[in-house]
């Protein structure tokens, strides 16, 4: 591995290509019975059992303010690390894990708005395809959604 | 002695630290004992022997300073003991002055491994003139060296005096019998890291217990049974044998209140007498680390703020030592602690004036407080009503500070006041965080879990009852329950969960009675399903907005179910409002009732006798279909929760019962004595009503303790224990205990 490459374990989110970095990632998990929490924001889908841990699943496609997935279609879940212990985020496919030179990264384009613009850290021009990275930091902090729900809900 | 091995070294100094704080603090204690005349002979041997400890372990590890400084002490100490000397007012405040120093010293080698460089030379100085019998130059500086004792500029070390020979003697005896007493047998000290673990691991193993024990439900095999129910026992034991090992008395953190009392009355020239009921009372080791802070400014605050001045005082025909009482006890698996002073209690007035001049309020609001709602304005962020900030409280950490951090653990604070006669702090906390008895049920689909500890009563309504029992109050539903309106509240619709078909056309309603701030309220869920202890697990900062969420736990069958925080549900459905101040004022009213009147359960056994018995006898009400019952040599038996229950025909103990027709469903009243139960089976049950019990006829008939007019009618009381005896001589002989 050279020192300027990364790892990147990929997923499809409503037919884009996304990456999380490799050490961000505790595990990658199928469907998972979840827990519906009410009153929670609607990105949250629920709670699952990880081994006795309780983890918040998060839906993605919410928090990119993608269409909803199409019902009966089971999410799979990508469990990252973050400073607030296991976050599993929803996603509709799981790739591969991909080795990337650093050469083939741009910054995401002054286009992209809205949440993606906030969330999506750059944009890794593969041959067949971009992939899009994410700022898992920042898409498991919900603290602005979590207003938004509250002021919804008063 | 020279380092010849640094580990060991290290050792010894961790020893010397636990022995010589904990010794420490006994000597801070018995000098207040002292200085109260209550001293016993053998106190100042005990003092002296802390002193002596540490002096000779910090010299046997080579901690020069900490010995000579000791040494100092000790020998004034030594005269003390052998009558030489009268012990005075100064001695006593050096003495704890010199007991800080030493703690000063003691801290700085725990943190840094050095013994500090701090000049204790005036101290010293004072010391040495005490024990010469010189007096001091006034007792004020005194006083003021003692808070001014950690600004002094470093000077000189001071040089080790050598110690008169009488002294010397003694160390040596000493110091040779120490070593062999250090060690005790039947103690050992272990990692609170460990323990911390080990009750992890119990969680863990509590979780799966659950899951065995809700698959073996189904199974028939009996070895499986058999070692499933063990494994439940054990389990449970294990539990709290675990959670025992992290109990600690209350009184660890109190022992160092008399000090603090005594040094901050001192400062603000102030007498008052410290009381402390139930030290003994054990909490959680994570519960009492959290709670030490907040009662340590609880106190700081009733001696500033809620002790008058002696003259004062006397001026108020009150006595001019004043009272502080500190009480923990333990009621309904919590633990309760109260601060009480006998001061001037809160100024009404005064704290709405305060709380409108920061903007806490708005002057519409301090017209509609009552004065309960007034005394909370003092737990607000930004509140202080001292007139100026003294030393002692207005640090910047207020009362606000106190109620999150109680709060944070689960407890709650309350507080009542009544002007010129004091003030009382109500601390009401969990004795343990990790796991705790809940109540399952189950609303639009999900589980939630209940913690017991805001669980009253389960109220089913049935039929009729279910259409015509709930009342609207301009659309607020409530329910009559012993003649109190209870407000209710639909967990559906609080948590805006779906309802489903099954759920919509179940006519019972069922009523879980919870309470929360001293308030009662029925929550109707769609089913409830059984108690268990739950793990309690924390949810993640996603979800920490919602307040009606206390956590989250994992089922029997890995599913997670959220734990429901009956207090902030309550303020969710505007159950508590803050305008009616019912709680204070409704308890002394319930309490007198209580007093004679009895709730009881009327039912019939055979076609015509009226029949009750108190409800307090009465573990659960059942229904058995015939079919289940069996029979196990001459008795009727049925399975009842994995035990085999016994089953009793009233009608057949009552002489004058015409023998009842066989019905079915059985009625059953279940009756629970020491691990043991047995079923009543009766005809029908009637009602449950609270009445004022007066027994009129005491003629005994078989089976019948008494007769009493109940909704004007002539009721049997029913004799259960006679019947029991009758129908099983041995129920009461040989109590079983399966899980002591």
Redesign the interface.
Known sequence: MSQTSKQYCTFFLNGLFFGVEVLNVQEVLRYQ?????????A??Q????LR?????A?DLRHRLELPARVSGELPMNVVVRSE??A?SLLVDEIGDVVEIEDDVFEAPPETLRGVARDLIKGVYKLKERLLLVLDTERT???SGV??L??EQNN | MAINNEALQQQLINDLLIESFDGLDRFDREMLTLEKGEGQPDTLNIVFRVIHTIKGTAGCIGLGKIESVAHVGESLLSLLRDDKLKLSPPMITALLEYSDALKDMLRCLEKTGHQGDKDYSALLEKLKNLQAGEPLPAEKPAEEQCWGLFEDEPVATAPATPAPAVVEKTIVVDAAARATTSVSDTAIRVDVGQLDKLMNLVGELVLARNQIVQFTGKSTEPTLLNAAQRLNILTTELQESVMKTRMQPIGNIWAKFPRIVRDVSQELGKQIKLVMEGQETELDRTIIEAIKDPLTHIIRNSIDHGVEKPEVRTAANKPAEGLLILRAFHEGGQVNIEIMDDGQGINVARVKQKALEKNLITPDQAAGFSDREVFNLIFLPGFSTAEKVTNVSGRGVGMDVVKTNIEKIGGSVDIFSEAGQGTTLKIKIPLTLAIIPALIVTSGGERFAIPQVNLLELVRLEGEQARKGIELLYGAPVYRLRGHLLPLVYLNRELKLEQSADEKNSGDVQIVVLQADGRQFGMVVNEINDTEEIVVKPLGKQLKGISCFAGATIMGDGKVALILDVLGLAQLAKVISETRDRALTEKPEEQTRADDRQTLLLFNAGENSRLAIPLSMVARLEEFPLKDIERAGDQDVVQYRGQILPLIQISQFLSQAEPAAQQDPMQVVVYSEAGRSVGLVVTKINDIVEETLAIKRDAPRRGIAGSAVIQDKVTDLLDVPGIIRAADPDFYREPKKENP
């Open positions: 019975q979840m827990t519906h929490v009410p009153l929670a924001p990105t949250v629920g709670l699952i059992n006795g841990q309780i983890v918040t998060i607030d212990g976050i498991v902090n919900l979590t207003a729900a509250k």
